[in-house]
């Protein structure tokens, strides 16, 4: 039914990933299997692979949690789902916990990351919960020019900042900045504007930042080449010129550095929202009472909840948040290589890995 | 009309208060003069005082933004308040800017505070904007055993954390922790008791701790005798023990020390909401990040907005918040000696400085 069913497995840190042949089981109650038709390689992935960062599954484990594919083994309960195209959200909650119930999916106990808690999307296939599949409508999917495997990063780089947008209230007019332009940080301007923001781009890498002008950046800010205080002052001259409020910014921090999240918290003023999306372990040394003085605000943000799913492709299949300047596929075979030229730094594009046809 | 009007003003920091007599003027439009019956001395005024604080408004300038009393003059367009007995907002705001017109009352770029933008409450009499004012129910004040000079610290000391407690959408079962249980922060752990929250009351000051422990803190802990790994346990244990959720808790920074902002953010866990009420200029070292993978969230409160004072002072009313253990009314003329009892710290209760009567 499945045809060859592989993966390429993690066994310890900085080892060659190794091929291994699996057999699929058939899925149990609330599970499918998919077939993979892309599987995006994540800052997360290389976490575990380059740096100390632990899967909570043991090893041997495929990483990979930004996985679309198509449905092809159901049990009783999700036969519904058979032969669906489909996007796996990077988090699966269980959808019925305590914390479930009341729509806080993100802090799930029980939620399960492929290539994490679960095995992961590089792979022919993954058995996941079928809870919180994303349904693809392969109509618009090819009126966009777009392949099933392109969506995969819609699992993570474009539904995560979604879920941090919609949860900042952002709406049409508002001042949004985000520091940090590349990944995660490129789509969060392009969903920003889509939804109506000015958006200013700050990054310390000019190539980025001139990338994304061309993707809704209204104003790029170079943090390497000017001090904070023109960067602010660069901010502050945006909005008169345009005609935005002076208050209430709304700040995305996608970088994941301790030099972006002082940046992000010191352009905070009144009324402002500052989304904490990017993770890095340093600490950084902060006035916590400008909160209180400006009645600011941050919020963290982990995963996306699968009920935003929909919306966040929409804006994909719609055209209004370009996916194919951002990605680059490439063999699943060839996963090392592509590891290596990503930690490297020799890979701008997001990898998309496909495995190869049967 | 308004017989003998005079204020105690501060023309320099530090030098003593004087006695000033003033001509009321009659209301301009949208304003009100109220006779001051009560008005609470707030850490606020001291910081005006003792240290570098400075008041929007020129010295000299009477102090003093807890303010309770009756209406005694009125304007065209505020006719219907003359005689009632009202709680003057800590901060007014403008009601008709684009903030406001938004819901953004605390920060509205034109909000009055008595006593620092405008001339405050230290004073037989104050001019006031109409907008914001809260009507007191004189009968339901004298079946709570109150008079009306005893809610004057309604304006502030309870009314802010009231709006903390709002945002925070604490709800009955939750796990609260205020950290800082004097002042503001008793009224917190007694406020968030009687919406129903499980509160743990922390503080480095045992007395403190004692007092609050009969108004609604179910645990007292003291920082100063326990380590912090052990303060975590303790709280870990108290929700285990009484049946609470782990994740989640709802945490008010009261202490508006970086001691204290330290210890409320390390409490952090998944999902918790980490409520900014005190200020202190200090810096504290944090790990941003634990914000997303806890998907948690800080809220900054300044102030609090007019909307929310009638139930906050129904808490008082139907005396589900005391206030008489907390306060103590000393005559106005005693302001200095107040001033320095309160700075040394040899008063524990809130002073209310009562003007005399004519």
């Avoid at 002076?246 to 972006?260: L, P, Y």
Wanted: with cysteine; hydrophobic share 45%; proline share 5%.
């Amino acid at each position: 039914m499945m045809g060859s069913t592989h993966r390429w497995v993690m066994n310890a840190r900085h080892e060659p990933l190794l091929l291994e042949n699996f057999d699929a089981l058939p899925p149990e109650a609330g599970e499918v299997v998919v077939k993979v038709a892309g599987c995006g390689v994540c800052h997360t992935d290389l976490g575990f692979f380059y740096d100390d960062v632990q899967t909570r599954h043991a090893l041997p484990l495929a990483l990979g949690h930004e996985i679309s594919g198509r449905v092809v083994a159901t049990a009783d309960d999700t036969a519904d789902w058979m032969d669906k195209a489909v996007i796996i959200p990077a988090v699966i909650p269980c959808g019925s916990c305590d914390a479930c119930q009341r729509r806080r999916y993100a802090i799930c106990p029980n939620q399960k990351m492929p290539g994490n808690d679960i095995q992961g999307g590089f792979a022919t296939h993954v058995q996941v919960p079928a809870f919180g599949l994303c349904p693809v409508d392969e109509a618009r999917l090819k009126d966009a020019g777009l392949e099933l495997a392109d969506v995969s990063v819609v699992a993570d780089a474009v539904t995560t900042p979604y879920q941090a947008v919609v949860r900042s209230g952002l709406t049409t007019g508002d001042l949004a900045i985000v520091v940090g332009a590349g990944g995660v940080g490129g789509y969060t301007v392009q969903i920003a504007n889509a939804l109506g923001a000015n958006v200013v781009a700050i990054d310390i890498d000019q190539e980025k930042l001139d990338v994304i002008r061309g993707f809704g950046a209204a104003l790029t800010l170079n943090a390497k080449e000017l001090a904070f205080p023109d960067l602010k002052k660069s901010v502050r001259n945006f909005a008169r010129e345009n005609g935005l409020r002076k208050t209430e910014s709304i700040i995305f921090e996608c970088s994941g550095s301790a030099a972006g999240q002082r940046t992000a918290y010191g352009l905070m003023t009144y009324g402002s929202t500052l989304c904490v999306i990017g993770f890095t372990m340093d600490k950084v040394e902060i006035r916590m009472s400008n909160l209180m003085a400006f009645d600011a605000r941050m919020l963290g943000n982990w995963g996306c909840e699968p009920a935003l799913y929909p919306a966040a492709l929409d804006l994909v299949l719609d055209k209004r948040v370009q996916l194919l300047p951002f990605v680059e596929r490439k063999p699943l075979e060839a996963i090392n290589e592509v590891f290596d030229a990503v930690h490297d730094g020799r890979m701008t594009r997001r990898a998309i890995l496909i495995p190869e046809a049967e």
